[in-house]
């Protein structure tokens, strides 16, 4: 088994060459392209790891799946989904204009930028640092890893870039399908988005999302089962930006990906997987994890249609 | 086993009175809003049908799901996906704006109407006569019905009512983005659309995909697997217009609905469904079907998230 | 006088070279994209020639103009943009997206192509032919040239390339925008597209509409003083596609480009003027013609604002 | 023709009751909706008013034709035209979704309030407050009104629910359109739109406009003839929102709206023209100050067309 993981690792190294380290924060930019690794934990605990799995980086889109089943504990399902659609969209992640032509006053899902600013603005707390602190201990919880932290260049990197946001969430504001303080909404979506991980990190919150909500580890249940396939089956149709579709046809795993370069896997019923390569396509994917992951799916038969 | 399907019908049939039936087409409109009827069959070939599960009804979308295969079995995948995408879109099913608005040379994906003309260009065959006939062998082969036919009255209220498929139509020739002759191919697509059936007809071919490929009942492989995952993956992210999202996240069943009433479903591994209610709702789905189908993955455990 | 306007044609010849002939069409790109030429009629009936005013060229685009003015004398103002609207806009002259974005039932304004598809259906007639004839008549008359005629060899071309033209037909057809048989309105507005003439033909349209509606040369009221007004109006906000702001900014003279080279103004009670330099900006407006009557706007004082 | 005035006004006092004063902002559905007056003044500094002439009311977006014309002052035709188009647009006025389905780097035009805070950020100033300053000196001077002040209530209220205008400017930082400080530009717009005038305030600023940049009162040239020419067809193109097509059709005279009920109009070598009368019609223009310009316009022949 630890073969496979490495033979995979190995053989998929060559894609990192194909793609590009995200540049537009500069501290993305300062990554390793060819950097790759791999670590996936089943739902009996047992971990696989290869590559370059203890390589930090930041969460960035991936941290959107961690605030929706916060913000669903927080507010139940039924609050959430009246102010955040669950419907994919061919639009891109930072997308503006279907809010105003489509008069939408819910932005199309919680994976796009509109509907995670939205999300975030849900989280329970009392002020923003609250919040980022609540979000902050649900992830210390899900990554069962207690110095999880939040990478404060990065924060501020994407706090001074962070104009179209701006212009999403004041746009939301406008129309009233969002409450609360846009400055401090922003604080804990860029705060989430730059919490610091690594590869067994996301893979144990696959693992989590892959057993139902129940911890693999302690068998402690932190979230319902209910959720959890919420959350799986958004990842699948709107995991991967614009290239979801793409990705579930092929590869046939709930996934979600960031441009820090990681993608969170989670197979139901069997293995959380997180894969970790700076050197991302055109989509903003990782270039190299997508093959790591497509050749994962053949050789453990993982595709879920 | 039996006791569940009735009760599900039963239980179901007061949703028929909060839909209406499709009125577009004056040959749909004819049908008995209140109709109901379920028919399933899992991939050993055990058969289990409750209410109006006889009743006659026309494809209309579902045709999709089968020129989609026998697209991809006449071209092969990679060139099908050379003519149009794999993304699910918050466009409506007869959207024409993102064409021009994002200069789409290809459309979103085989489930929304600019997509299944253009696979309808890609059925092989001399004279759209030819393709016809082949679309209608192919559809008996998978329902294991040798009296599968086109209505003819409905096939006429399709040309008659066609300019918004005219005008997708010759919108993707002027792009360059579909080749042939319109009329032509409209007819194919006109004809697929009336094919009639009943629910246990879809059930069959639910039952193949669900098979992986391999038809139950004669263990004979018709379909690869991979075209069958990559249906089945089409159907969960577009398979229910802009509704296939909530669909996923609630039921999680690979399903392709129609305007006729009919939902065609695929269990993975387990059964193929077929639903028939043609009392839809605001999106043009069958608003009692998707109940059925609701408590009937609750109740074995269907979803495959 | 004439030594200005040949002076102007001299001094404008360079910028021939900038442009490129229209493509899209063969017969079009046969044009001699060097050629420039300019007649200008004032409403005393004076004439004033220069360049290649006598080579012949199609109206294209041009035509929309008479086909404006003659449905209003058909149907009436409030019928005609109880059809078609008034505004202009920022998309191109060939768009379709807005029509389904906004739900746009009438188009834009009678300028873009979906807005003169519509006005050729307004055309009286009881065929496609007679109504051909009954343009082709007025046009005789606005241009005192019994000899204008249909281009066959332009006309069929239109028709073998008007795939864009019939989506937008069978659009607004789908919508309810528009009456009739598509076919045979598409064959109103192909034909008249095809009108051949020379830049003393269209300096007399202009100049019967500078002299709000009275032939110069015959003193005969063809056309009311508010046809004329509505007319040129929408010449300032319409007729350069989406350079007319620009246009109208730095020349001020209502006018109306075709993809034949040809540019019609009116200045009102001054002169009509006809413009023919084949070699189009990316635009497809005339990129000497441009020059051309920037030069005599100011040369002349020309401009209304 | 005192009495001309008087006699629109009393006859055009009816169709206030067909509208409805503006409710976004507090302080504007505070207006009378009864009120109507107009004033005149022509190129030789003759002056006509009627009815409500001296009531005050706030600019809104009539200020956008202020800040164009100080902004090609300040920084050059070519500079202002490099940041903002020139072109009408049939998006509504606070739009933004052309900006990102266009990639539109320049807004449409400076009337939209996407090219209007463009155009705030281009006035010349070391501060908001030095900009707001100069604003209001220029307006002073085209006003011949040392008392122009800006109204604070108002101020405060457009700052408060100028969140859609927020979303606009943050989006075009966020595509490098503009530079600055979004607070501080918007502070500028704001403010500008807040300024309070009369119906004789704005009659003067046409007949600058209309009598090419020399003020009618002291013969001193203030504009360019050029800076007057282009804001004048600009007026024609964009001047009354999504009407500006129909009013130029029907009146034919420059204007320019604000939701604050006036209308400034020039015409141009005769006359300035000043209208009030809050109750708006559904595209934002005063219903019943339409009606006082086309009865005007017709009985002082005062379209250009």
């Known amino acids: 088994m630890d073969t496979i993981f490495s033979n995979i690792i190995e053989d998929s190294r060559k894609y990192t060459s194909l793609g590009n380290v995200a540049s537009y924060i500069p501290e993305l930019s300062k990554a390793n392209p060819h950097d790759l690794g791999i670590c996936a934990i089943d739902v009996n605990g047992n971990e696989y790891c290869a590559g370059d799995f203890d390589k930090k980086f930041t969460l960035q889109s991936i941290s959107k799946v961690i605030t929706l089943m916060l ?13 955040v659609g669950a419907e994919p969209t061919g639009d891109s ?7 105003e032509v489509k008069s939408l006053h819910k932005p199309y899902n919680p994976m796009i930028n509109a509907g995670a600013i939205l999300i975030s603005s849900l989280i329970k707390g009392n002020s923003a640092q609250e919040k980022i602190e609540r979000i902050l201990n649900f992830t210390k919880i899900l990554t069962d890893n207690e110095n999880i932290s939040i990478n404060k260049s990065t924060y ?5 870039t962070g104009d179209r946001n701006r212009a999403l969430a004041y746009f939301m504001k406008s129309y009233n399908s969002m409450e609360g303080n846009v400055d401090e909404i922003l604080d804990v979506y860029f705060s989430h988005c730059s919490m610091e991980v690594t590869c067994r990190d996301i893979a144990k919150i696959g693992a989590v999302l892959a057993n139902d909500g129940v911890l693999p580890w302690s068998e402690k249940r932190i979230i319902s089962k209910e959720i959890c396939r919420i959350t799986k089956t958004i ?3 709107c995991g991967l930006y614009d290239a979801s579709g793409e990705f579930a ?4 795993i709930p996934a979600k990906s960031g441009v820090g370069g990681g993608i969170l896997a989670a197979v139901p019923r069997k293995m959380g997987i997180g894969v970790y390569g700076p ?7 990782s270039v190299a994890g997508i093959q790591v992951l497509q050749q994962l799916s053949e050789k453990l038969d993982l595709n879920i249609f």
């Open 156 to 160: 501020l990197s994407e706090k001074e």
């Open 235 to 237: 990842m699948v149709t």
């Open 71 to 83: 913000a669903i504990m927080d507010n139940g399902e039924q609050r959430v989904f009246s102010y």
């Open 93 to 99: 992640f930072n997308s503006i204009a279907s809010l």
């Open 279 to 285: 050197a991302l396509d055109a989509k903003g994917n």
């Open 249 to 252: 046809m092929h590869i046939g």
